[in-house]
């Protein structure tokens, strides 16, 4: 690793950094129209409306059933929320959730789509699930609304409602200059390099024409064995192409030239954005950091813990996660990175969920580097799992375990409440305290045969046995 900054030099290297972004961005200014509609933490305690709106996103319509991912919001619902989804819920979870897992009752409310049915927050604004939010409003005198990311929809939903209702409605969530700071790569990779030096990242270039990102990755191809190309504001790998170096060194800059107008027109890019050519490390190991944000009159930025994320593929795409099992340098060196960077978030005016996502390179037990690979500001599929297993958990320690989707063309058509039935007491009880498995993102079940998993064990052997083997026999698959 890197030589490790002084406590005094760290801050003042944080402080630094803000301050250039934020002046290079003039983010003070746009920052303004967004002042009377943030979340504070303090003051009377109102309903939450749990949001999750992934329109902000490309691509992610790809994604199989993820409409249905609405309903994750679900898991962080507390007695008294709201939260939100385009579609109904699947039959028989909410049931599930109340019987099995000591979930109390919440507000559902459902809405209709206005323009595509990932416009969550759009669609809010809108006809019943407008007036179910009002009503809520009127009761209470207020409203929070936690969404899966600080997107401009979301912020328009609040305005639109504490105009109306002349209530207060915060927002538990970065204003959108600031969340896109944490979600464009190009932004992200600019702060980390500032608070804690270019040793932190892989080597990467800019370009916004298929020439000039030829070029580029003809560069990196003579120094390294695979590059990539990776889009500014995609996510699960959806924005990503690699190359073999080899591939790239055996043509000319026309031939590679037709390679990335192909990828560019693959991810429907307009030539308005810059687009990374990096360095793609070849790694056994992608730690994620999970920390939570608050407003800094709250206290600094909470660290939750080191995940190893669980990745398909050349592209590396996100499938699940796990308790970190590596060793406690590497864990150590990620948390202390980590801090660093959601510490100049905060300064910059991040708030809500937030996580860092890392390659590490090298002997995890000797000499290692991580490098960040982006920062996911926003909910994520490491971080909704993680939350949900701390709620379930009521204080004690989180088990050993794993959350992935499970995905199985033989459940295609599946009842959600028969599915219970057949794994039987495996089902995770929360009151009991027996069982090994936790259900949620139900709503692709019956039409894709997809929901996701935690399995839990007393190792993490066991765990990765319960999700890999035992449930898959349990169901009747393998």
Known sequence: MAQQRSPGESARAVARAAAALSEALDLEARLAPFAELRWSGKGPQAPVLRLDDFSGIPFLVDI??????????????????????????????????????????????????????????????????????????????????????GIEEVWKLADVLTRSMRAPVSVMAPPPPVTWIANDKQLFSQLVESVLGSEWLVETRIGRSPEVLARELLSLAERHAQVGLKRLRCASAMGNKVFAASEIRSQQVEGVTARVRRFLDRTEWQGDENVQVVAWENVDHSPSTQLWIPPPELGPPRFDGVFEQLLEGQRKVFVGSRPSTLPQAVNDAAAEGSLAVALALQTLGYVGRCSFDFVLVGDPDRDFQLHFTECNGRWGGTSIPMTFMDRLMAGRPRPPYRSQDFIHTELVGANFSDLIEQVGSEAYDVQSGTGRFIFYNTGPLETHGKLDVIALGETQKQAEAALEEDLPRILGLS
């Open 64 to 149: 199989t059933g993820v409409e249905e991912y609405q309903h994750r919001a679900r898991l962080r619902a507390d007695p008294d929320d709201l939260y939100a989804a385009v579609t109904p819920g699947a039959p028989g979870y909410e049931l599930y959730c109340q019987e099995k897992l000591n979930l109390a009752p919440v507000d559902f409310v459902q809405a209709t789509p206005v323009e595509t049915r990932l416009d969550l927050a759009m669609a809010c604004r809108e006809g019943t699930a407008r007036d179910r939010i009002q009503q809520r409003i009127e009761v209470d005198g207020g409203l929070t609304i936690d969404p899966f990311m």
